[in-house]
């Protein structure tokens, strides 16, 4: 992919780009919809994601070249907030806008972004986009961040030029993580601690072949709902609240708010339980809460869909298999699977024509190793 960025910079602009970063996607193994009820997650970069090739202008002039929408587009510094410009370029306009806004001097540039994060699939490619040109500003403008303050303003990106009320989970993962480990993130504190992923055990990914839909709409009804039953129990997130309380406040909650705060609760104590079980190395256990987080998803707080219900059934009956469960924010998209590592080839051959005898969609399976976060790859 850095050639492919590179190659790509080269025919947009003619010469070759002085500034290359990279940010990785990710997959959440455990811990859903958690990061803005001020909670507990843990995913891993995965070794795809998005480069940037860059070299900055000396006059108010930005291009922009994108490989996977085959388009170039031109605009001023004066149209960083100009919502006309294609919906792909407001990643560059809000991290350029943002990174000024504090205080940081930075000059225009000629960029190309190229991307293998397969989009809609809930593995966070608008993320590493995001992550990949806040290196790539902060390069420019001679600057450091701590990957907690990247992921925060990448998240401001999502809220303010995106259009979603995201939490901190996939800017915070594509920027902090390390190789060969999932990251523990506490997203009240943004502190993070690395987990191992055992050897011998391996992190698939299925992607359905269904893209996610309405996930905007439904998105922000979560949210609220998370909000509203926090301030009936009385906390100000429902990070705060414990199972005994859930209960106890049933009726004012009414249905829908008490099976979203349920989940909530019992998500963020499996969270902290598998990076706990995965740290010594026990596949079995965090394979059952992860189980028990897809069946949570699905009853409680509602987010799974029917070919995410269907797979995940057949890879739990799939010899090797630990767990598996929907991964992101749901509505389509990719689910995960905890596999023996020596079970992963007849995994793949067992589910692949399953789930096209039932669905008429071809899954696409990957196995992933735990990637580094992002980074400058290189500048002058
Ligand atoms: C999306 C959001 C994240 C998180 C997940 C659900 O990926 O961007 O912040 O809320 O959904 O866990």
């Keep these: 992919m850095r050639d492919v960025v590179t190659a790509a910079f ?21 811990g859903e919809h958690t990061d803005y009820n001020d909670g507990f997650v843990l995913p891993m970069a995965i070794g795809r994601g998005v480069w940037v090739a860059a070299h900055p202008r000396t006059d108010d002039q930005f ?3 994108s490989v996977d929408y085959s388009d170039t587009i031109s605009f001023s510094r004066d149209q960083l907030q100009d919502s006309t410009l294609p919906h792909w370029t407001s990643h560059v ?32 490619s608008s993320a590493a986009i995001e992550i990949s040109m806040i290196e790539l500003g902060l390069a420019l403008a001679n600057q450091h961040m701590t990957q907690a303050q990247k992921a925060l303003l990448g998240v401001e990106v999502e ?20 190789e060969g480990h ?50 009936i129990i009385g906390v100000s997130h429902l990070r705060d609240a414990t199972i005994e309380q859930v ?57 799974s869909w029917a070919e995410a219900d269907l797979i995940t059934e057949m890879a ?22 905890l596999v023996s590592a020596n079970a992963v080839e007849g995994f793949t051959e067992k589910i692949t024509p399953l789930y096209q005898a039932e669905t008429h969609l071809t899954p696409v399976i990957y196995a992933f190793q735990p990637a580094a976060g992002s980074r400058v790859i290189f500048k002058p």
Excluded at 10 to 30: C, D, K, M, Q, W
Excluded at 192 to 206: A, C, E, K, L, Q
Excluded at 220 to 226: A, S
Excluded at 279 to 293: C, E, H, I, P, R
């Design 316 to 337: 739990r009956n799939t010899p090797g298999c630990f767990g598996a469960r929907m991964t992101g924010g749901g509505f389509g998209g990719c689910c995960v699977a």
């Design 159 to 178: 809220h303010k030029f995106m259009g979603m009320p995201s939490g901190v989970m996939d800017q915070m993962t594509s920027a902090a993580s390390s």
């Design 247 to 303: 209960e106890a406040y049933k009726n004012q909650l009414e249905d829908v708010r008490y099976r979203r705060a349920r989940h909530i609760v019992t998500e963020n104590a499996r969270t902290l339980e598998a990076a706990d079980a995965l740290q010594k190395g026990d596949a079995v256990a965090t394979g059952k809460l992860m189980n028990a987080s897809h069946y949570s998803m699905r009853d409680d707080f509602e987010i």
């Design 63 to 65: 291009r922009v070249h």
């Design 182 to 231: 999932a990251i523990l993130i506490d997203c009240r504190t943004l502190t993070t601690r690395p987990i191992h992923i055992p050897d011998g055990v391996s992190v698939i990914v299925i992607d359905t072949a269904k893209r996610r839909q309405l996930v905007g709409s439904a998105y922000v009804d979560r949210r609220r709902q998370c909000e509203e039953a926090a301030q």
């Design 93 to 124: 306009r809000g991290v350029w806008y943002l990174l000024a806004q504090q205080g940081m001097t930075l000059p225009t540039a000629d960029i190309a972004i190229a991307g293998n994060v397969p989009i809609g699939a809930g593995l966070s």
């Design 10 to 30: 080269e025919s947009a602009f003619g010469p070759t780009p002085t500034y290359l970063t990279h940010a990785p996607g990710r997959v959440n193994l455990i």
